[in-house]
């Protein structure tokens, strides 16, 4: 079965400080796809990033970072010198590549980020 | 693109009552998704098609919850009769799926139901 823990329910830092934001994931698939999303307090969900099984370089946009280890399943997001916009639910996805589309979200964490 | 349109954005009603969600998915794109977001359950996915066709409505609830998509630019949500515990933001998503990738979905901005 496939499963995403987002440990960290809730997080607030101070501005300016770094947060680093856990997911770890569960899936037999050889082959799969792990995302990022933002859902501010507006309540839409804005797509950050998407990576693959077999790439497993870091990613850097801006003040956000991703880092995805398959030795411990994790694929941890990063926000440097973080900001009062910042302040949102993350959540971490899983998609399998058994022919299937389907996503399976982590129970988000939510992040505030204190002027 | 506008991106993904759902409407009505908010809708309060009575239970019992029939309630119609409504989704435009971004111009091109074969996949649509239904979700639907509460405290306690979280992000869930309801069912999803492509190229008009529902491929897994395993994420139904139960026969209340009935989706169509007859045309590629058009789906809706339909709950027959609602209850309060239906009450949750739904989300309607779409993607683009090249072949062998798997490409991100995009969402609209939610329908907030409110049954009472």
């Known amino acids: 079965a496939q499963k995403v823990t987002q440990a960290q329910t809730e997080i607030s830092v101070v501005e300016k400080e770094d947060v680093t934001l856990d997911c770890v994931y569960e899936t037999r698939d050889t082959t799969y796809y792990l995302f990022w999303y933002k859902q501010p307090p507006s309540g839409e969900l804005v797509f950050l990033i998407r990576?693959?099984?077999?790439?497993?370089q870091n990613e850097i946009s801006g003040r956000y970072s991703w880092n995805f280890q398959k030795s411990t399943s994790s694929f941890n997001f990063t926000i440097t010198a973080s900001q009062v916009v910042d302040s949102a639910v993350y959540f971490c996805?899983?998609?399998?590549?058994?022919?299937?589309?389907?996503?399976?979200f982590g129970t988000g964490t939510r992040l505030k980020v204190l002027a | 693109d506008a991106g993904v349109i759902q409407s009505p954005r908010h809708e309060v009603t009575e239970m019992g009552q029939e309630v119609t969600l409504r989704c435009k998915p971004i111009s091109g794109h074969d996949y649509l998704f239904w979700y639907r977001q509460t405290m306690m359950r979280g992000l869930e996915l309801l069912i999803y098609?492509?190229?008009?066709?529902?491929?897994?409505d395993s994420g139904m609830p139960e026969d209340r919850f009935s989706a169509k998509m007859p045309n590629a630019s058009f789906s809706t949500l339909k709950i027959q009769p609602s209850e309060p515990r239906d009450s949750a933001v739904y989300f309607c998503a779409s993607s683009l799926a090249l072949s062998r990738s798997y490409n991100e979905q995009f969402f609209g901005p939610g329908t907030r139901l409110t049954v009472l």
């Open positions: 996805a899983l998609s399998g590549g058994s022919g299937t589309y389907k996503y399976i």
């Open positions: 098609f492509n190229n008009n066709v529902p491929i897994d």
């Open positions: 990576r693959n099984s077999f790439d497993e």
